[in-house]
Structure formats: C-alpha cells, structure tokens
C-alpha cells in the first residue's frame, strides 16, 4: 500500500517568504507527526495530530510556525516570514495511534532551502 | 531531555558485532530505535515498552532497562545493508511524542 507522502520534495525560498508544505499520511492512521531535521542531527519534534487536533504543539519553534490537518488526514505545516535558519529537511510521519505502541511511518521529507 | 547516543560513529567489516548506547536523564516508559540511510526516511526497527524488556528481529535485537533509563541495541553478524545512521526515540512518561537522540553513524565495509 502507499507509505506516507510529502509535497514538495524540495521547496527554494527567499528570506521572508511564505511556504506551505503538505504531508499525505497513511489512509486510517489517526496520528500525525512533524519533524525537522538538520545536517547531522536526529528528527526533531514539531507537533503532533490525534485526528484534526493538534495535541501537542510544544516543538513549534514560534508562531512563525503554525500546521492545521482540517478533516483528520492530510496535514499542511506554514511557515510564515522565513528565515535562513529555517533551512531544513521537514518530515512527516504517521502511526495507527499514539505514543508508545505504534510505530511512526515517515514520509520522504521535503528539503526546504531559504535563501 | 534529548537522549544521549554512543558511540558517534562505528566502523565495522561485515560479519562483525556492534552495540549502540541509548541514554536518558528523564524517566522514560518506551524507547523506539530507527535507521536511517543517507538520504531517505527513518525506518523503524522495534519499540521497547517495558523495563528489562528485550527483543529482537533477525540479528538485530535491543534491550532496556527502565531504572537506569538506557536502552542498548545490538547488531550481530553485521551486514552490508546495516549501513546508515540509528536513532533512538524516547517517550517519557506522560507525553505520547518522541524525542531522538543525535544518532550513531554505522559503517559496515566488506
């Protein structure tokens, strides 16, 4: 079956631009995960979707940051005014529930460039 | 709270064995290991959910132990294809998100 998608798979963007960046989780997976990652670094948390909510937004690193999933399935993280800083690859990841007893399937990623 | 990964980086010829160090300084209730290889996604190895736990798929196995809050992961019989970066991702109590250490770079070499 089809894993999780991610769109773009690389996004260039100049400093203060606005971007959009969609995540396709798995068909029924109620948990949505997203992550950022640089050079040489693990996955870093974002925030977390049970269903439509967002349950847990703690790693949004400011509210330049905001990612909504309107009907519980596909989800679009925004990334307002950009920084170089913000250079990253972005991964999404799915499970058939939350926390402990649910492995995380991730998407691909998509490498966001801010020049 | 990010989890403590040893060693870095590990340089191995096929057929030998390595272990790879998850620590924490928080009370953890799961930890969940993936490899990642150079340019594509975490793929997931196994979950450890219970103190003492240890588990195992093919020569792959790991195990955790709750009350000094470390996770081990065990690699025998190394293999080409165990080639790429682990991570270990922590869930401490009370929170349902992860939190992964900075990885261990695995090079396996014929």
């Known amino acids: 079956g089809a894993g999780v998608s991610q769109t773009p798979s690389n996004k260039v963007t100049e400093k203060g631009k606005y971007v959009e960046l969609r995540c396709d989780p798995i068909?029924?997976?109620?948990?949505l995960y997203w992550y950022r990652q640089s050079l040489g670094q693990g996955p870093e948390f974002l925030i977390y979707?049970?269903?439509?909510?967002?349950?847990?937004d703690s790693g949004l690193p400011n509210d330049r940051f905001f990612a909504v999933r309107p009907e519980g399935s596909v989800s679009t993280l925004k990334i307002q005014r950009t920084e170089r800083g913000d250079s990253a690859v972005y991964l999404c990841a799915s499970s058939a529930g939350q926390g402990s007893y649910n492995e995380q399937f991730f998407g691909p990623g998509t490498r966001l460039t801010v020049l | 709270q990010q989890p403590v990964q040893s060693p870095q980086a590990v340089i191995l010829r096929e057929g030998e064995d390595a272990v790879i160090n998850c620590s924490s300084s928080?009370?953890?209730?799961?930890v969940h290991w993936y490899r990642q290889k150079h340019g594509e996604a975490p793929v997931f190895l196994m979950i450890l959910l219970k103190g003492g736990e240890q588990k195992g798929h093919d020569k792959i196995s790991a195990s955790f132990n709750e009350k000094k809050q470390q996770s081990s992961l065990y690699l025998t019989a190394s293999q080409l294809s165990y080639s790429g970066t682990y991570f270990c991702?922590?869930?401490?109590?009370?929170?349902?998100?992860?939190?992964f250490g900075k990885g261990t770079m695995l090079l396996v070499s014929p």
């Open positions: 928080k009370a953890l209730y799961s």
């Open positions: 979707f049970q269903g439509t909510g967002a349950a847990d």
């Open positions: 068909s029924g997976h109620t948990a």
């Open positions: 991702g922590t869930e401490r109590k009370g929170y349902s998100t992860l939190t």
